[in-house]
T-cell receptor, first 114, second 115 residues
Framework: GNSVTQMEGPVTLSEEAFLTINCTYT??????LFWYVQYPGEGLQLLLK?????DKGSNKGFEATYRKETTSFHLEKGSVQVSDSAVYFC?????????????FGKGTMLLVSP | GAGVSQSPSNKVTEKGKDVELRCDPI?????LYWYRQSLGQGLEFLIY????????KSGLPSDRFSAERTGGSVSTLTIQRTQQEDSAVYLC?????????????FGPGTRLTVL
């Protein structure tokens, strides 16, 4: 079956620090990979995605590269802001699930202090 | 336009009572999904609707859980004889239907607390 493993949090950083949140996956077939973000008190939002190997997804200064050889999709940002404080979820979807079911990691809380 | 809405936003109930959670998807979205977000478990898939039918119910944790969708729009998730371990945030998402992946848009969730 499909599974996603991401680093446990919370990750605590100072503003302008470099961020990495690790994510690895197990899937049959060729999954599409996603990062979702949940800001305090808000619903889950798609942050970025990559649909095939070596694709790089990017949005709002965040980036993640689909690495098939290491089955990874690590999230990075060069300089975090206080407003980036949120819970980040790595997820995948695959053809063998009919592109219907997202499989999520457990989430990583990011806390950015001024 | 309006996003996915869910009601109630919060529900506190006593163990053993039944609860109904409602989801209004984005207009025109034919696919609808229920997920559960609980502490320590992350986000778990519960059930997926395509129109009014549910081709994938594999995530429902027990026969106390059921869901229906009528008119290809609103869906209700019903939990019978609630238990404390049912306490979680229940998230609904909807998407268009088509070849390959269609982005799922999530509602704000219903926080269920079973005392």
């Amino acid at each position: 079956g499909n599974s996603v493993t991401q680093m446990e949090g919370p990750v605590t950083l100072s503003e302008e620090a470099f961020l990495t949140i690790n994510c690895t996956y197990t899937a049959t077939g060729y999954p599409s990979l996603f990062w979702y973000v949940q800001y305090p008190g808000e619903g889950l939002q798609l942050l970025l995605k990559a649909t095939k190997a070596d694709d790089k997804g990017s949005n709002k200064g965040f980036e993640a590269t689909y690495r098939k050889e290491t089955t990874s999709f690590h999230l990075e940002k060069g300089s975090v802001q206080v407003s980036d404080s949120a819970v980040y979820f790595c997820a995948l979807i695959s053809r063998n699930s009919g592109y219907s079911t997202l499989t999520f990691g457990k989430g990583t809380m990011l806390l950015v202090s001024p | 336009g309006a996003g996915v809405s869910q009601s109630p936003s919060n529900k506190v109930t006593e163990k053993g009572k039944d609860v109904e959670l409602r989801c209004d998807p984005i207009s025109g979205h034919t696919a609808l999904y229920w997920y559960r977000q609980s502490l320590g478990q992350g986000l778990e898939f519960l059930i997926y609707f395509q129109g009014n039918s549910a081709p994938d119910k594999s995530g429902l944790p027990s026969d106390r859980f059921s869901a229906e969708r009528t008119g290809g729009s609103v869906s209700t998730l019903t939990i019978q004889r609630t238990q404390q371990e049912d306490s979680a945030v229940y998230l609904c998402a909807s998407s268009t239907q088509g070849e390959g992946y269609n982005e799922q848009f999530f509602g704000p969730g219903t926080r269920l607390t079973v005392l």
